[in-house]
């Protein structure tokens, strides 16, 4: 079992940034991906960013030149920054690691931007 906790979110205006970080009971060199998802109201769960064991990353669309994640295996830690906020990025935002075997969820962290 592994717990993913995240931190960061909170209400900033646009054009403005945020660092998300989400902190992960286990090790998260393991896994095969670690990721963050983000949820809007009325909304489906959607991808935002992934960065692979080996380094690489994908992100959404819509994300992509302001977000950027990264993560620190030493301190088993991924984070997500955000900048140049739009309100359309107003969601909760989970952590998501992928061990293959199984995967796991955080408890989300809000993030609001206020136009």
């Known amino acids: 079992q592994v717990q993913l906790v995240e931190s960061g979110g909170g209400l900033v205006q646009a054009g403005g940034s945020l660092r998300l970080s989400c902190a992960a009971s286990g090790s998260i060199s393991n896994s095969n991906a670690m990721g963050w998802y983000r949820q809007a109201p009325g909304k489906q769960r959607e991808l935002v960013a992934r960065i692979f064991s080996r380094g690489s990353t994908n992100y959404a669309d819509s994300v992509k030149g302001r977000f950027t994640i990264s993560r620190d295996n030493s301190k088993n830690t991924v984070y997500l920054q955000m900048n140049n906020l739009k309100p359309e990025d107003t969601a909760v935002y989970y952590c998501?690691?992928?061990?293959?075997?199984?995967?796991?969820w955080g408890q989300g962290t809000q993030v609001t931007v206020s136009s």
């Open positions: 998501n690691a992928d061990y293959g075997w199984r995967t796991f």
